[in-house]
């Protein structure tokens, strides 16, 4: 039975990327092959040469919000872990025992009150009107990056075909193409809203009694037949992993979808979907290098990982990205 620390990694901490390059398009790229067990080391800007007109390119069009907010005396801090509608979020919130059920915060012209606290210490908090997130809303960084958001954060942790809002953290895989580069590949978009559970580390020490969260996603019509007729489909990430793998539980053959997912894939997974992955570097003891393992293999992806601190590559979501064929 796999323990959680059978994911585990050492990473210095100063191979965590905290600001993008000045290029999107500029990271390297670890290529593994997993027919012959070999590594490569190339650029973003080689992954064309990997493709035909034949292989199709999956990508996750959600768009990051300002998740991020202080009340107006900043003394509250919440973070939008999902929204049930405009004016009523599921939050964190901090310092938690300044609101409990009944209590107001005030947020721009908004005032919102607590309706209940939920298990896992998060409120529901219902407000008079929508908050003014454009103003308000801060982009809520992963806590790696040890800084927060500045302005060109805005446009850099945001995929240049993001469409869909609803997203609290980045699909960084994608954060890689520019509009010119991305056009060079046969491809279509679905959407997931990434959220915060996707930061949050394995605390179970069998990876087995890890409760997933759930993320909410789309996959449009036109996208499952394009996706159908494909000879092989790379995924843009884990994101668009989950819900190709997710729909590919219930049929062979993808029609349009909307749902939730709470997927939690692991090495002994079998891939009915995905062929091929392009994704960064992720947490050690995650289940993002966990479904990793399960695509490449556990062994195969501690080498890969040991070998790109090895070669000082750039981890996690300003990070180098990983080709795994």
Known sequence: MLRTDDFDYHLPEEL???????????????????????????????????????DLLVLNNTKVI???????????????????????WTCMVRPGKKMKP?????????????????????????????????TYGKLALPHYMGRDAEPEDRDRYQTTFAK??????????????TPDY??????????????????????????TDHKMHAERYYLSKESAKTINKAKSVTAVGTTVTRVLESLGRKQNLLTEAEGETDIFINPGFEFKQVD??????????????????????????????????????????????????
């Open 66 to 88: 300002p998740a991020r907010v202080f009340s107006n005396d900043g003394k509250i801090e919440l973070v939008v872990v999902d929204r049930q509608s405009a004016t009523q």
């Open 102 to 134: 009944g209590r107001t915060v005030e947020v721009g012209e908004s005032t919102g009150t607590v309706l209940e606290t939920l298990p896992d210490g998060n409120r529901i908090i219902e407000w008079d009107k929508p908050v003014d997130l454009d």
């Open 182 to 207: 991305l056009e060079k590949f046969p491809h279509t978009f679905l959407t997931l809203h990434v959220g915060i559970g996707t930061f949050r580390p394995v605390m179970a020490e069998f990876i």
């Open 276 to 325: 091929r992955l392009l994704t960064n570097f992720h947490l050690p003891k995650s289940t993002l290098i966990m479904l990793v393992s399960a695509f490449a293999g556990r062994d195969f992806t501690l080498r890969a990982y040991k070998e790109a601190v090895e070669n000082r590559y750039r981890f996690f979501s300003y990070g180098d990205c990983m080709l795994i064929l």
């Open 164 to 177: 869909e809002e609803g997203a609290i953290a980045a699909p960084t895989a994608g954060l890689h193409f």
């Open 16 to 54: 965590i990327a905290s600001q993008p390059l000045e290029n999107r398009i500029g990271s390297r790229m670890l290529v593994l092959h997993r027919d012959t067990q070999t590594i490569e080391h190339r650029q973003f800007s080689d992954l064309h040469e990997y493709f035909t007109p034949e």
